[in-house]
T-cell receptor
Framework: DTEVTQTPKHLVMGMTNKKSLKCEQH?????MYWYKQKAKKPPELMFV???????INESVPSRFSPECPNSSLLNLHLHALQPEDSALYLC????????????FGSGTRLTVV | KNEVEQSPQNLTAQEGEFITINCSYS?????LHWLQQHPGGGIVSLFM???GKKKHGRLIATINIQEKHSSLHITASHPRDSAVYIC????????FGAGTILRVKS
């Protein structure tokens, strides 16, 4: 298995909802990443997990809460989001710090209404 | 100035044409990546380079470490090559260029 699988592919949520994004990989990669991508912009790094520990938080608002239950799974819990949080959320994984390359998921298209 | 600069920003080509996209960077890197993203879709890694040249099908990527410059070439372009091509460099973290929007017309 050489894929990063993200679910759901699309999500519409209200500003008072709580929802979660899921990312899964079975390549034995020990680093996993969340990126946020607005239309026509490059991805912006949000969080990095290395060996299941949070190693980088790029000053992301607390309404986004990451979780890494095990080495294959990465979740992003969402609560009280704003319409400007609508974006494509991409998950990626790598063996170490990307020295052997990155594998990206197909993303979750999030719309906050 | 951005750490990673790509040119051109937009490129329209006729099917069959040879295409070149350029990337310049200003930071020390361990590797450079060329990525492809179709509209509304996820990102596919095309190449990872730390030196020299790589080829995969109709795609060729080169890097000049001394000049801090890389190019992505597409030979015999096809409408299915239409996508955004992104250059990204591995420093302390992955830093992305703004992307090149490629449209290949039939």
């Amino acid at each position: 298995d050489t894929e990063v699988t993200q679910t759901p592919k699309h999500l519409v949520m209200g500003m008072t909802n709580k929802k979660s994004l899921k990312c899964e990989q079975h390549m034995g990669h020990r680093a996993m990443y969340w990126y946020k991508q607005k239309a026509k912009k490059p991805p912006e790094l949000m969080f990095v997990y290395s060996y299941e520990k949070l190693s980088i938080n790029e000053s992301v608002p607390s309404r986004f809460s990451p979780e890494c239950p095990n080495s294959s799974l990465l979740n992003l819990h969402l609560h009280a989001l704003q319409p400007e949080d609508s974006a494509l959320y991409l998950c990626a994984s790598s063996q170490g710090q990307g020295a052997d390359g990155y594998t990206f998921g197909s993303g979750t298209r999030l719309t906050v209404v | 100035k951005n750490e990673v600069e790509q040119s051109p920003q937009n490129l329209t080509a006729q099917e069959g044409e040879f295409i070149t996209i350029n990337c310049s960077y200003s930071v020390g890197i361990s590797a450079l990546h060329w990525l492809q993203q179709h509209p509304g879709g996820g990102i596919v890694s095309l190449f990872m380079l730390s030196s020299g040249k790589k080829k995969h099908g109709r795609l060729i990527a080169t890097i000049n470490i001394q000049e801090k410059h890389s190019s992505l070439h597409i030979t015999a372009s096809h409408p299915r090559d239409s996508a955004v091509y992104i250059c990204a460099v591995n420093g302390n973290k992955l830093v992305f260029g703004a992307g090149t929007i490629l449209r290949v017309k039939s």
